[in-house]
């Protein structure tokens, strides 16, 4: 018997909920109002911004939804994510266990846990960034640096 899912909301966790059912043979309809969210976005993947979310975990509330789902399906519904954006050519990279700073438009810097590749390796090369700045822009892994190079 194929599962069915209805997904009210095409922002970012509709959309993702949407595709990992699809991929796992449910019948998905979804169901939106206007454009969504998604134009708006600042392309970053935040996660958690205060200390170490694994750690945090154990923190929150029993009834808080990060808390519940634990660390081993958040891990791997982040793994998801991350492929999914790599098969539709859009690569990220990130990790749960590291926060990036990320430079922001005003001057003041983005915690997050993933973001676009180009983006970040962008970033790096077209500035010459001082001391400081180099402390706070998020350097992705030796692989993502090939793949931004090769663009």
Same mark, same amino acid.
């Given at each position: 018997?194929?599962?069915?899912?209805?997904?009210?909301? *095409?922002?970012?966790?509709?959309?993702?909920?949407?595709?990992?059912?699809?991929?796992?043979?449910?019948?998905?309809?979804?169901?939106? #109002?206007?454009?969504?969210?998604?134009?708006?976005? /600042?392309?970053?993947? @935040?996660?958690?911004? @205060?200390?170490?979310?694994?750690?945090?975990?154990?923190?929150?509330?029993?009834? /808080?939804?990060?808390?519940?789902?634990?660390? =081993? *399906?958040l891990e791997?519904?982040?793994?998801?994510?991350? &492929?999914?954006?790599? @098969?539709? /050519?859009?690569?990220?990279?990130? =990790?749960?266990?590291?926060?990036?700073?990320?430079?922001?438009?005003?001057g003041t810097?983005?915690?997050?846990?993933? *973001?676009?590749?180009?983006?970040?390796?962008?970033?790096?090369?077209?500035?010459?960034?001082? =001391?400081? &700045?180099?402390?706070?822009?998020?350097?992705?892994?030796? #692989? *993502?640096?090939?793949?931004?190079?090769?663009?």
């Open positions: 018997m194929r599962r069915s899912l209805l997904v009210i909301g *095409a922002g970012l966790t509709g959309l993702f909920a949407a595709v990992v059912a699809a991929r796992r043979g449910a019948a998905v309809r979804l169901i939106t #109002e206007g454009r969504g969210g998604l134009v708006l976005s /600042h392309g970053c993947i @935040d996660i958690w911004r @205060d200390g170490d979310l694994r750690f945090s975990l154990g923190r929150l509330d029993r009834s /808080h939804p990060l808390r519940i789902a634990g660390w =081993s *399906a791997a519904a982040f793994a998801a994510f991350l &492929e999914i954006l790599h @098969d539709v /050519h859009l690569p990220y990279a990130g =990790s749960l266990d590291r926060r990036w700073r990320l430079p922001t438009a005003l810097t983005h915690i997050t846990a993933a *973001a676009p590749v180009r983006a970040v390796w962008t970033v790096r090369r077209k500035r010459r960034l001082s =001391s400081r &700045e180099r402390r706070t822009t998020a350097v992705g892994p030796p #692989e *993502a640096r090939g793949r931004a190079r090769a663009r």
